[in-house]
């Protein structure tokens, strides 16, 4: 059993910073790519920001550098560091993981998601 486990999110003035976390936890062999996807009601999730087990990062053209996303390996963990937020942020935001679990090919996890709202 693995799970992927939010935590950070809040209220948050325009302007202001939010750190996201996600760590995953249960029968872990190695875990791949990991990223952050965001959802509004109504639309369909998209994709902020991946990064892979050797550092690679992709980000969405929205980002425009005011998001950076970082993991560190030895506690199964990704960060997204959030700055000059925008309410258009407003989201619910998800972790994914690529987890491979001992003696099994690796399997697409996502967490329960966590609320950012940006509002004055």
């Known amino acids: 059993q693995v799970q992927l486990v939010e935590s950070g999110g809040g209220l948050v003035q325009p302007g202001g910073s939010l750190r996201l976390s996600c760590a995953a936890s249960g029968s872990i062999f190695s875990i791949n790519a990991m990223g952050w996807y965001r959802q509004v009601p109504g639309k369909q999730r998209e994709l902020v920001a991946t990064i892979t087990r050797g550092g690679s990062t992709n980000y969405a053209d929205f980002v425009k550098g005011r998001l950076t996303i970082s993991r560190d390996n030895a506690k199964n963990t990704v960060y997204l560091q959030m700055n000059s937020l925008k309410p258009d942020d407003t989201a619910v935001y998800y972790c994914?993981?690529?987890?491979?679990?001992?003696?099994?090919?690796?399997?697409?996890?996502w967490g329960q998601g966590t609320q950012v709202t940006v509002s004055s």
């Open positions: 994914n993981a690529w987890i491979q679990a001992p003696g099994s090919r690796q399997y697409s996890y």
